[in-house]
Nanobody, 119 residues
Framework: QSQLVQSGGGLVPSGGSLRLSCKPS????????MSWYRQSSGKEREFVAK????????EYAPSVEGRFTISPDYTNNSIYLQMDSLRPDDTGVYFC????????????WGQGSPVSVSS
């Protein structure tokens, strides 16, 4: 019943790639700041990437910039996170988020997608 339905997690070796998807139901991605966060066991949830309503502005955490790409598909009303050159420290549960303001994260979350990168 989540308004943000995720898919695409999995297990990959170091240097591999995965693509996560996030598809809202009941609202348009063009009306919200969409973002990705991740969380490892015993650690706080951390920011990964976000994209503006229009798709014209994106922001990445320094640890993933140059390796990850966030992109929208307005026809399918979906947000994607393409993850390349994965490293073991990318391991965690990745969450999609929808927010009403650029500066702060929103209160609507996806169910989470587990990502495990082996060494």
């Amino acid at each position: 019943q989540s308004q943000l339905v995720q898919s695409g997690g999995g297990l990959v070796p170091s240097g591999g790639s995965l693509r996560l998807s996030c598809k809202p139901s009941g609202f348009r991605i063009s009306k919200y700041t969409m973002s990705w966060y991740r969380q490892s066991s015993g650690k706080e949830r951390e920011f990964v990437a976000k994209i503006s309503r229009s798709g014209r502005t994106v922001e990445y955490a320094p640890s993933v910039e140059g390796r990850f790409t966030i992109s929208p598909d307005y026809t399918n009303n979906s947000i994607y996170l393409q993850m390349d050159s994965l490293r073991p420290d990318d391991t965690g549960v990745y969450f999609c988020n929808a927010g009403e303001e650029w500066a702060t994260r929103g209160n609507t979350w996806g169910q989470g997608s587990p990502v495990s990168v082996s060494s």
